[in-house]
């Protein structure tokens, strides 16, 4: 059992929907303060190269084909809300016993022409090889429910955990955005490929249901994307054509437990020369999808032909390197952990021919 | 704070937005493990390079440049914590002095240790302790910012070269009125070439009462209470108004010092007879006209009179500010350039005559915009050979290039006031007393009334003071057109 701390809620994260449940982001700040006061007052070590993660989770199916046929899309001005929500994390540094890692989530909307966000965190953890189970189990059950927790999946390995927990973050704000929009196109960074340890099916379900219960559209624009078909990247097929468009994909599958709960289009909505994998709920009838797309491009910017409020989340939840300074220095100054810098064996072994440490 | 860098007499270090320092205050750099101590002033402040600001600055403003509208929910409350690393900032300090066993030395050879360094603020009244800026005839310049009092001594201006400058309105007159009226008070003699008739009335409070100096300055106005008979003249001086400030030719120069000691021998110098002796002179025509026209420039100046009871002897009333302590303004206001150049040229003349024949013991001169009136080869003279004499200037000037660089490199104290012309910043800088990057810095952002103090008076310790307020009546106004419509 977790010790519970009295948090006291001052308004600043009191969330103004009272139908929301607030159970995670406090249980967030909980985990976090009490990961924190399990550090012995020691030294830490500062990371040689800090690095920023962003989940990128794709296998390679087979039978996938491109039609290369594309959908012009029409903008649409129709006033619709745009939502947008991405999460970000960092590892800020080590201990003896396990890593310090920092995370946050923003979500960003755009209604009568203006861009609003909320950002969450940073939430600071001390991720040890002992607590690591504790604190992950006790964010999944306090806004999953328990349902899913700690039974179907083995515990993550700690450098699985930055991720794992920005997971939990991001789904909690994709859930939120889902009951709290309606009649509006929530955009959410990566895929709707679900199955994973990251992201249960059950769960991605259960977002795509709220969203349409509320008469949301749900698409999914992946950054960066391994599909290819014929050895090149579908996002590099691009026919002659004005954009905007869209090129249909067929025939893609992934064994189990892996499922796709969208189907998957290739995206260029201006004309720069970039075109995005875009996946859309499945769920969601063909002519919707086209009217969510046309009005996603009658009332949002396009830089790079990637949509303005998605790429403000991004933005906002990204660590600086000045806010992993400020935290280091949180964590010095609240938690009395002092840090040095240990020297870095790459550079010390092979001089300018050491790269520092790559992570994964 | 922490020490960051060092490259030759240059630190670099860095502070925290609980810290305060600005451009100016000094520092005190203490390492107890070697014993010794850094003198440091704050000479720029700067942003420290912090990773990550421009993408933090660049975020807040995605959306055409209007601050994206939102809001924060940061319950570990990390927010102050960047605002605080983002808001460091870097002190460029220049190393005055090394302190070991509290002497002073201007050693900047040694580093001290970068981690256990402290780092402290060092007040003004502490340094002026440790540079033993203290003595028996102490003048109180002014405030300092950690509202200390700064003061000279006099004895500080005693035997040197002075400059006084700044841009127009900065309060230069105000601090060489301050200055001068603080070596009366030690009985001291002042001389002042007034060139706005601001002296004239020191003896006077500001609400027309009198003051403390009242008997002591003098002030005299060329062709009104200020006349000199031809008799009272030395050869000497008269040939220096002649060839210097009128310009009088060799050959003719030759004929007027025997036209002028015939006279003598048969003591009729006057004006007068003068005139005569010249228009009788049997001499080339040429000659006879140049010392014509110069006989009546001096006639015209009206600085010159044949009778006795109206000729001011300068002299006297220089013994008479050599006991009790005066200054002697001379008016320069309403006087056309020659004949200011007639005057000077006779004052100085004088001075040098008094001076060598120890009448005098030294004498403080206060030369406002000397330009207008010094003769070129003054210049050097005033600095090297009438300083030997007992003359120790006080230049006072708002164009700072019309003073030779050689005065600049001679000078003992600069009191400098704001400049924002990269110009006149570029030639006070070449100053010896004083490096470029502190007058560059530091006298861009003084604020009126406020003087950077360099050199000797403050034992090199450049030092930003505000003026104190004198309750004098300074009669340095502007006159406005639109002064009554507003």
């Given at each position: 059992m977790i010790e519970q701390y009295t948090i006291?809620?001052?308004?600043?994260?009191?969330?103004?929907?009272?139908?929301?449940?607030t159970t995670l982001p406090q249980r967030f700040v909980e985990q976090s303060i009490h990961s924190l006061k399990q550090v012995k007052p020691s030294a830490f070590q500062l990371n040689q190269q800090t690095f920023q993660q962003f989940r990128i989770f794709e296998q390679h199916p087979s039978h996938l084909q491109l039609n290369r046929t594309p959908i012009t899309l029409k903008p649409n001005h129709q006033e619709t809300i745009i939502a947008a929500v991405d999460t970000s994390t960092i590892k800020i540094g080590e201990t003896s016993t396990g890593i310090i890692i920092a995370i946050r989530g923003a979500t960003v909307w755009k209604r009568k022409r203006n861009y609003r966000y909320t950002r969450l965190g940073p939430f600071i953890f001390h991720i040890t090889e002992e607590n690591k189970r504790e604190v992950y189990n006790t964010l999944e059950k306090a806004y999953f429910n328990t349902y899913y927790a700690s039974s179907h999946q083995a515990s993550p390995t700690l450098l699985q955990m930055p991720t794992r927990l920005a997971c939990i973050l991001e789904r909690w704000l994709q859930t939120m955005l889902a009951k709290t929009v309606s009649q509006g196109l929530i955009l959410f960074d990566g895929s709707l490929t679900s199955g994973t340890p990251d992201t249960p099916a059950q769960r991605m379900k259960e977002i795509l249901s709220i969203a349409r219960k509320n008469s949301n559209t749900v698409l999914a624009f992946s950054k960066m994307t391994s599909l290819r078909v014929n050895g090149y990247l579908i996002t590099d097929?691009?026919?002659?054509?004005?954009?905007?468009y869209l090129l249909e994909t067929t025939g893609l599958r992934f064994k189990p437990p892996i499922v796709m709960l969208g189907d998957i289009y290739v995206a260029?909505?201006?004309?720069?020369?970039y075109a995005f994998r875009l996946d859309i709920d499945r769920e969601t009838p063909l002519q919707h999808r086209m009217e969510a797309l046309e009005k996603l491009l009658g009332n949002d910017l396009y830089m790079q032909g990637y949509p303005e409020t998605l790429r403000l989340a991004h933005i906002l939840c990204t660590f600086t390197a000045n806010e992993v300074l400020a935290m280091q220095h949180f964590i010095t100054r609240k938690h009395g952990i002092q840090m040095i810098n240990r020297p870095d064996m790459h550079k010390l072994l092979f001089g300018p021919f050491g790269k520092g440490e790559i992570y994964s | 704070m922490k020490l960051y860098k060092k490259e030759g007499n240059i630190l670099q270090i860095l502070s925290f937005p609980t810290e305060s320092a600005e451009k100016g205050d000094y520092l005190l750099v203490e390492d107890a493990e070697a014993g010794k101590a850094l003198i440091a002033q704050v000479i720029d402040v700067q942003f420290a390079s912090i990773p990550g600001v421009l993408e933090e600055l660049l975020r807040t403003l995605p959306d055409g440049g209007e601050p994206i509208q939102g809001e924060d929910i940061d319950p570990l409350e990390i927010a102050p914590h960047i605002t605080y690393i983002q808001d460091a900032s870097l002190l460029i300090c220049k190393i005055r002095a090394t302190l070991q066993n509290e002497m002073l030395s201007p050693s900047s050879s040694w580093l001290p240790s970068r981690s256990l360094s402290n780092i402290k603020k060092l007040s003004i009244p502490m340094l002026m302790k440790l540079a033993k800026v203290e003595g028996k005839l102490p003048i109180i310049l002014g405030g300092t910012k950690d509202s200390s009092l700064l003061t000279i001594d006099a004895s500080s201006l005693d035997g040197r070269l002075n400059i006084i400058t700044g841009k127009k309105e900065t309060g230069k007159s105000h601090l060489s009125k301050l200055l001068m009226v603080s070596l009366i008070g030690y009985k001291a003699t002042v001389v002042i070439f007034d060139l706005n008739g601001e002296?004239?009335?020191?003896?006077?409070?500001?609400?027309g009462k009198r003051n403390m100096y009242y008997d002591k300055i003098h002030a005299l106005t060329p062709a009104q209470n200020f006349k000199v008979a031809l008799e009272q003249l030395h050869l000497n001086v008269v040939m220096g108004i002649l060839i210097h400030a009128l310009h009088l030719p060799g050959v003719s120069a030759r004929e007027f010092r025997r036209t002028w000691k015939s006279l003598k021998e048969k003591g009729k110098l006057t004006l007068h007879e003068l005139g005569e002796a010249i228009r009788d002179l049997k001499c080339n025509q040429h000659v006879r006209d140049a010392l014509s026209s110069r006989y009546h420039a001096l006639v015209n100046s009206g600085f010159f009179t044949d009778n006795l009871a109206e000729a001011t002897l300068l002299e006297e009333r220089l013994l008479k500010s050599k006991e009790q302590g005066g200054a002697i303004v001379i008016n320069l206001r309403n006087t056309s350039t020659i004949d200011r150049q007639i005057v000077v040229e006779y004052v100085l003349g004088k001075l040098v005559d008094a001076l060598t024949s120890w009448k005098l013991k030294a004498v403080f001169l206060f030369a406002e915009e000397a330009h207008l009136y010094l003769r070129e080869t003054y210049w050097d003279d005033i600095v090297t050979r009438m300083r030997h004499f007992g003359i120790f200037t006080t230049f006072i000037t708002n164009q700072p290039d019309t003073i030779r660089e050689s005065i600049y490199r001679q000078a003992d104290n600069i009191f400098l006031f704001n400049f924002t012309n990269e110009h006149d910043l570029d030639v006070v800088s070449r100053a010896s007393r004083v490096d470029a990057e502190t007058v560059r810095s530091i006298a861009r952002d003084l604020p009126p009334h406020h003087c950077l103090t360099l050199g000797k008076v403050v034992r090199d310790f450049p030092i930003v003071t505000r003026v104190r307020a004198l309750d004098?009546?300074?009669?340095g106004e502007t006159r406005l057109f639109f002064k009554d419509i507003n």
């Open positions: 006291t809620t001052t308004p600043k994260y009191n969330f103004p929907q009272p139908t929301i449940d097929q691009l026919p002659n054509h004005e954009p905007p260029r909505l201006n004309k720069a020369n | 002296y004239s009335s020191l003896g006077m409070t500001a609400d004098l009546k300074t009669m």
